[in-house]
């Protein structure tokens, strides 16, 4: 009997040790921070972030996708990130993919809303 109380007791204790509101993290992850064209800081993203984030780095758009023309992009971001006009661009859901044109793959993630 008193081993079911401590056992009831312990298995309280542990329930109440984990806050409320913890957030589930995926194993997606984003860069944050670039530095001559290189990441050198990365992000573990929730699992709600993970499904907003949608594209990932490496994926393809293919040559006839519709891209965002350079000059429609907000300036603040150009600046801020320093885009460059030689790539391609897709702006959407908040987010800008920067796409290599010889590849049509995504080389990076911009996430437009949080900054």
Not at 2 to 30: E, Q
Not at 53 to 64: E, L
Request: charged share 25%.
């Amino acid at each position: 009997m008193t081993k079911t109380f401590l056992a009831l007791g312990a298995a309280a204790v542990a329930l109440t040790a984990m806050p409320a509101d913890a957030k589930r993290y995926t194993n997606v992850t984003k860069c944050t921070k670039y530095r001559n064209g290189h990441c050198v800081q990365w992000k573990r993203l929730t699992a709600k972030q993970a499904r907003r984030a949608g594209y990932r780095v490496g994926y393809r758009f293919g040559p006839r996708y519709g891209y965002t023309a350079y000059n429609s992009l907000p300036r603040t971001y150009v600046q801020r990130y320093d885009l460059n006009p030689r790539y391609r661009y897709v702006y959407r859901d908040n987010y800008i993919y920067q796409v290599d044109p010889t590849t049509y793959a995504v080389t990076r993630v911009i996430d437009a809303l949080t900054r």
